[in-house]
């Protein structure tokens, strides 16, 4: 059956999953929505006989549903390949009383492989399939881990370029090395004067530049989005909750209709926004345990029905999560509205002018499958340190934010629900605050001393994305302010 797709800030025009695609965001700065949520055509049994790349069909059949069997197939075919490190994909591993699905095994060794590996397959498809003559011009915000993602992605495709911002100061110094020393002709990596959510602004205004749209159509090039809001990112990441669910089923860790928690450590709501669809897909999701951060907005929203980003910003160990606006949340405002454009488009004026807003009660009452909680600095620390002396298995910063966020909601509700963490980066990727936390000692050891030795104490092989970037010369030291960023666009592409 055929799924259209509508922005979020206005359902009256109707478009294809491949313009969605191709568009990123909504001309009138909405998000886009499909119009339902499919339900998964076979049964999770079924599923569990599928490989990843078997299962992705399966689930991507159901939103992509202009792109022809054979057009999916070979972008998933080439996504989903060597590039990542095991042929499973997504490994489900079992530590310490829960399952931790780890997402890291792509090319840049954060979660963002998994959509970011298949997006420039499914936008340059897009783009034959709706004629456009122009070039794709990537234009995409990063806290760190999107950035490099997409730059891998996109890196050496034909018809695109990729042009990335990042906070100059707010990613780590392995993230900031993975980007600036990104290789292909048509990548571009720019550090700015501010934080994420600068950058996030700054993009998001040039998108909208109607003045700058055309002088980009007189030579023969156009923006898209590479950003969590691109509905072509969304969709797949929605796939590792149907395979990890499947898998529990298959190795007999579930019954037949026995549902799981998912615990997500997130920043623009865009994991967990996919844990929620394959929940109305028909996975048996029972509680989306929603895990912050010091910038815990999520936490009091789900607590207050209050949305308010007027609070300081905090530089956390998490960098991928330090976000005070979480663009990815619309689509589940809209939802909660009753899918009305009017209402989410109130309230996201709201936020836009007064950087908050409050939902209705009967809004509210929608929410009580999420659970929110946030774990500072200490708790963070200290649960990478248990975890490690209790199981020698060693987590990433973010998430331990999941893992003690995860401890909390046991000792709140008794829930004993079997329940999978995303653990969404390598600990090869955030080494220095991993291996602080471990133990203060490895505070004087360069950075690459700290991959060698986490390599030797937890027993894992250093991954090739950190064994590629050891020697690598910087090719991107472009730093600008965020009130320059669209006259850096227009120089980086020829444009006066
Ligand atoms: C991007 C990212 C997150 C947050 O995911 P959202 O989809 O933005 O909520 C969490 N952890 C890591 C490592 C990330 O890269």
Do not use: W
């Not at 009138?28 to 599923?47: A, N």
């Not at 034909?158 to 100059?168: D, R």
């Not at 499958?369 to 248990?386: H, L, Q, S, V």
């Amino acid at each position: 059956m055929e799924l259209f797709y509508t922005s979020t800030r206005d359902n009256t025009k109707k478009v294809q999953a491949s313009e969605a695609v191709l568009k990123g965001l909504s001309e009138d700065g909405g998000l886009f929505v499909p119009e339902r949520i499919p339900r998964l055509s076979k049964s999770l049994r079924e599923l569990s006989e599928l490989t990843y790349q078997e299962t992705a069909y399966e689930v991507m059949k159901l939103f992509l549903t202009d792109y022809t069997e054979e057009e999916l197939k070979s972008c998933i075919a080439k996504a989903y390949d060597s590039k990542f490190d095991t042929a499973e994909i997504a490994p489900l591993v079992e530590v310490d009383g829960a399952y931790y699905l780890e997402l890291f095994h792509g090319a840049t060794i954060a979660f963002k492989d998994m959509a970011l590996s298949i997006l420039p397959h499914l936008m340059t498809t897009a783009a034959r399939k709706n004629h456009v003559k122009e070039d794709i011009v990537i234009l995409t915000a990063t806290s760190g881990d999107t950035g490099k993602a997409a730059l891998a992605g996109f890196a050496d495709v034909e018809g695109t370029k990729i042009i990335v911002f990042y906070p100059k100061n707010g990613v780590s110094p392995i993230q900031e090395k993975q980007m600036v020393t990104q290789k292909g002709d048509n990548t571009y990596v720019v550090g700015i004067h501010g934080n994420f959510d600068d950058a996030q602004t700054g993009v998001k205004n040039i998108f909208s530049d109607k003045e700058l749209e055309q002088e980009m159509t007189a030579h023969g090039f156009r923006f898209s989005s590479a950003n969590s809001i691109n509905i072509g990112r969304l969709v797949p990441q929605i796939v590792y909750y149907v395979y990890a669910c499947a898998k529990l089923l298959k190795e007999e860790r579930i019954k037949d209709g026995e549902r799981i928690n998912v615990v997500v450590p997130t920043g623009n709501f865009g994991n967990i926004l996919a844990a929620f669809y394959a929940g109305h897909m028909g996975v048996p999701i029972a509680k989306l345990i929603c895990a912050s951060n010091e910038n815990k907005v999520l936490y009091d929203f789900f607590r207050t029905g209050s949305y308010d980003k007027n609070r300081e910003f905090v530089l956390t160990s998490s960098p991928s999560m330090d976000i005070l606006i979480s663009s990815n949340l619309e689509r589940l405002i809209y939802r909660i509205a009753g899918s009305d454009a009017g209402k989410n488009r109130e309230l996201m004026t709201a936020l836009s002018k007064e950087g908050r807003y409050e939902v209705t009660q009967e809004m509210a009452a929608q929410l009580a499958d999420f659970y929110g909680n946030y774990a500072d600095e200490k708790e963070t620390a200290d649960r990478i340190r248990e975890l490690y002396e209790k199981t020698g298995y060693v987590i990433d910063t973010h998430t331990a934010v999941a893992s003690a966020v995860y401890r909390k909601y046991r000792d709140d509700t008794k829930d004993e629900t079997k329940t999978v963490i995303a653990s969404t980066a390598s600990p090869f990727k955030f080494t220095r605050s991993v291996m602080n936390a471990i133990d203060k000692k490895y505070d004087t050891m360069s950075d690459f001393e700290l991959v060698d030795e986490l390599s030797r104490i937890a027993n894992v092989k250093v991954p090739g994305a950190i064994e590629e970037i050891r020697e690598a010369p910087v090719i991107h030291d472009t730093v600008c302010d965020r009130s320059e960023m669209k006259q850096t666009v227009k120089t980086i592409l020829g444009i006066s």
